[in-house]
């Protein structure tokens, strides 16, 4: 399968603070999307990104499908935006793996 | 809609015990999917279908059982509970493909003793 690798493991910002989340593949993937886990365990898609760039408010995410990597960007971040941030890649077939994910932490 | 529904929320079994986990859409999804979900791993893929009548095996499927009569449907089969599947376990559909956008339920909390 997939090794999916992300980092930090884990991220406290201050409320208003930027962050870079990044996701590592092993291999060639068609299917790569970013979830947010909240802290009621909740899982929702935010990106399906294969490649290039999608933002959707302060969210935006970059996969360089060529590089195996994807990065997730969120802005002026929230308290709201606490929980945990899983990317999952997918090649050929139906099967997706998922990184361990990165927990962030939002301080008022 | 109701979205992606399971239940139970909670379960304890007794080592040996058999139990089925619920899963229901009403999105009219093909695909549907089970994870387990242990600290510090992240999610791990247990059995999928693409449509009813349609089932495959995951990463990690040893242990579970499904099956898929109707499109609404995705019942995960526990035989024989062991403690190590102690585990969160989550339900997803998506349109036709896991390259649509997933859903997923709220996700169940079992404990095997």
């Known amino acids: 399968g997939i090794q999916v690798e992300q980092s930090p493991p884990d991220l406290i910002l201050q409320e208003g603070a930027n962050s870079t989340l990044r996701c590592n593949f092993s291999d060639s993937v068609n299917n790569l999307q970013w979830f947010h886990q909240n802290p009621w365990g909740q899982l929702i898609n935010l990106f399906y990104?294969?490649?290039g760039t999608k933002q959707n408010g302060r969210l935006s995410a970059t996969t360089v499908a060529t590089e195996r990597y994807s990065l997730l960007y969120i802005s002026s971040s929230q308290t709201t935006d606490s929980g945990v941030y899983f990317c999952?890649?997918?090649?050929?077939?139906?099967?997706?793996?998922f990184g361990t994910g990165t927990s962030l932490t939002v301080i008022p | 809609n109701a979205g992606v529904t399971q239940t139970p929320k909670f379960q304890v079994l007794k080592t040996g015990q058999s139990m089925t986990l619920q899963c229901a859409q009403d999105m009219n999804h093909e695909y549907m999917s089970w994870y387990r979900q242990d600290p510090g791993m992240g999610l791990r893929l247990i059995h999928y279908?693409?449509?009813?009548?349609?089932?495959d095996q995951g990463e990690v499927p040893n242990g579970y059982n499904v099956s898929r009569s109707t499109t609404e449907d995705f019942p995960l089969r526990l035989l024989s509970a062991a403690p190590s599947q102690t585990s969160v376990y989550f339900c997803a559909s998506s349109y036709e493909s896991s390259t649509d956008t997933q859903y997923f339920g709220p996700g169940t909390r079992l404990t095997v003793l």
């Open positions: 999952a890649a997918a090649n050929t077939g139906n099967q997706f793996y």
């Open positions: 279908s693409v449509g009813a009548g349609i089932t």
């Open positions: 990104i294969p490649s």
